[in-house]
């Protein structure tokens, strides 16, 4: 189930019109940490629902997702991942 979740979290990010993720972002993270396979696949299935051209662009924002976020759910480390989410989301618009 929590794979769904954190799919549809995603789905929302990428393809949504949303001024801020920061309420989506708290889950996400938490989501992420329990088991960070899901993010791995994730990622794949992502990438093979979008155009090849985009592939590389996309797993590099993956990538840049996780930049000095640690295994923890304290504020710093939330607020860290909340602020990768947004470049994320501006970095990778879905067109």
């Given amino acids: 189930m929590f794979p769904e979740i954190l799919k ?3 789905e929302i990010v990428l393809f949504e019109d949303l001024g801020n993720q920061w309420r989506l972002s708290r ?4 989501l992420i940490l ?5 993010l791995t696949d ?13 592939h590389q662009r996309l797993s590099l924002c993956f990538d840049k997702l996780m930049v000095d976020v640690n295994r923890s759910l304290d504020s710093n480390n939330r607020n ?3 602020q990768n989410l947004t470049l994320f989301r501006n970095d990778f618009p879905m067109k």
């Fill in 27 to 30: 889950p996400m993270i938490t």
């Fill in 42 to 54: 994730l990622k794949a299935h992502i990438l093979s629902s979008q155009p090849i051209d985009q």
């Fill in 34 to 38: 329990v088991n960070e396979q899901i």
């Fill in 8 to 10: 549809t979290l995603f």
């Fill in 80 to 82: 860290k991942f909340t």
